[in-house]
């Protein structure tokens, strides 16, 4: 059963029933469910099917493998081939000798790791599909890999024979918040909103981690089951997760490792002085690498310009890992259900909604009644009336509107003090006047349950709940 991904699945329905070939890349960060999707879309009802292997490292065992999954799919196999160009040449000649007349399906997955070094498998896949596939109106190749930068570079932005050959884009992202909901409801349900809100700034919309949550349990012992206890199912998952993406992620890793300790990011050359790195394309390469994959965001400051972008740290399963993890496993196995309330964990959820809200700007927009309107994502710091003034969320309007947001995380209605109101004044003040702007400013307050009414709470002109960050996506 699929749950959400109704875009993704009508794209791959519309490719299956194009009247030409379709060379198509499902692609998305590790543990997302692009292999699940593609096999449930398609009942597992391939032409050919094979799938790349971390632990294959010899041409001599992939050789072996393209053989079995040739049988396997119930294709004829004389003998294993010794090279990538004998591979394909026997896949070409099972679909030339296919009496079927319907959709041939082929489906390669994690074609990143099929591409060991010197062993020519691009060019020959690069062969197979310019001087046949290409040109059968029956074909659907279908290829998927989590290393994004490689689906990135060698196929989408290849100079080559695969330059614009690519004829379908998937980019799978992890859940939404209202697919989340809808996960756990085909589960059994047993979990509100706001428990599903902790677990998305914890496991960030994973399917194969929130596959791991046992809905008998709180979220708080599971957390604790699935990431504290002995033998723990991910407590390697985080250096698992880099090593699988990337040849080389000491960089990788470095990189985030600064922006884990910046909240609201690190320009380019933050990141060069805090990382140590060489401010040249080796670094633009593991900045893009680490964007592509989804780690990390690259916005503007307030006001946009072109070199004016600061690198972020979003992807919530590093963000906790940083935050709780990184120096030293807690010898407790009840680490997570003993921290009710600290300032740590106080410190974490705060900064832990702020992505999450980051991640569902669409719904916000559509709360705010403004989704179709052109809208820019931006964030501001004062650096002239209070330095320590910052906005963490400005969403600039076409129809001259700003929307300055405060982004709160709280256990019940949020309560607007008197010193919190003066505070915000005062931010709303340094924006205007160092800014300079002539728009319309609204105050606007994103949290869990809405704010307490009371004296000072009439400061925001419009509040968006909880509830609407489980609105449905809309393109």
């Known amino acids: 059963m699929i749950i959400g991904r109704e875009y993704e699945t009508e794209e791959l329905l519309k490719y299956y029933h194009s009247n030409k070939a379709e060379l198509v890349a499902v692609y998305g960060r590790r543990r997302v469910g692009k292999t699940y999707l593609v096999r449930e879309v398609f009942k597992n009802e391939f032409f050919f099917y094979c799938t790349g292997s971390q632990k294959v490292n010899s041409l001599v065992d992939q050789m072996e493998r ?64 310019n001087a046949f596939a290409s040109a059968r109106s029956d074909l659907l190749c279908i290829v998927c890999g989590s290393a ?26 992890p859940f939404t918040l209202q697919e ?72 990788h890793l470095d990189v985030i490792a600064a922006l884990s300790r910046k909240k609201k990011g690190l320009t380019r050359d933050e990141v060069v002085s805090a990382t140590g790195l060489t401010n040249g394309g080796g670094l633009t390469d593991v900045l893009k690498d680490l964007e592509l994959s ?16 600061l690198y972020q740290l979003i992807d919530s399963f590093s963000l906790f890992w940083y935050s ?3 120096k030293a496993r807690p010898s407790s196995s009840h680490y997570w259900s003993g921290m009710r309330n600290t300032p740590k964990l106080n410190a974490w959820r705060g900064y832990a909604f702020e992505t999450v809200c980051l991640k569902h700007i669409n719904q916000i927009e559509q709360a705010l009644g403004v989704f179709g309107v052109v809208t820019w994502i931006s964030s501001w710091q004062s650096k002239q009336t209070d330095p320590g003034a ?4 400005v969403i600039e309007r076409e129809d001259r509107v700003t929307n300055i947001c405060e982004m709160k995380y709280s256990q019940s209605e949020f309560e607007v003090t008197k010193e919190y109101s003066q505070k915000l004044k005062a931010k709303l003040d340094a924006f205007a006047s160092e800014t300079k702007t002539r728009r319309t400013l609204f105050l606007t307050l994103i949290t869990t349950y809405g704010s307490k009414t009371g004296l000072h709470s009439g400061i925001f002109r419009a509040e968006v709940t909880m509830d609407s960050l489980f609105l449905a996506s809309r393109y």
């Open 390 to 393: 910052q906005i963490d969320l």
């Open 148 to 173: 994004t930068s490689w689906i990135t570079k060698k196929l989408f932005e290849d100079r080559g024979g695969l330059h614009d050959r690519v004829t379908g884009k998937i980019n799978l992202q």
């Open 324 to 326: 709780f993890l990184e």
């Open 66 to 129: 393209f053989a079995d999954a040739m049988e396997q799919s119930g294709l004829s196999v004389q003998e294993t081939p010794k090279t990538w160009m004998q591979a394909f040449d026997m896949l070409r000649n099972a679909i030339k000798s296919s009496r079927s007349k319907s959709r041939k399906t082929i489906f390669i997955d994690e074609m990143p790791w099929l591409d060991l070094p010197n062993t020519g498998f691009l060019a020959a896949f690069e062969y197979f599909w």
């Open 180 to 251: 989340c909901e809808q996960y756990f409801l085909a589960k059994g349900g047993g979990y509100e909103r706001y428990d599903l809100i902790e677990c998305y700034m914890i496991f960030g919309g994973i399917p194969y981690y929130l596959d791991y949550i046992d809905r008998k349990y709180s979220l708080a012992v599971n957390v604790d089951r699935i990431l504290f206890a002995e033998n723990a199912p991910l407590e390697n998952e985080f250096e698992e997760l880099f090593a699988s993406l990337f040849d080389n992620p000491k960089h």
């Open 294 to 309: 989804g780690f990390i965001r690259r916005y503007n400051a307030y006001p946009r310009k072109k070199n004016g972008s």
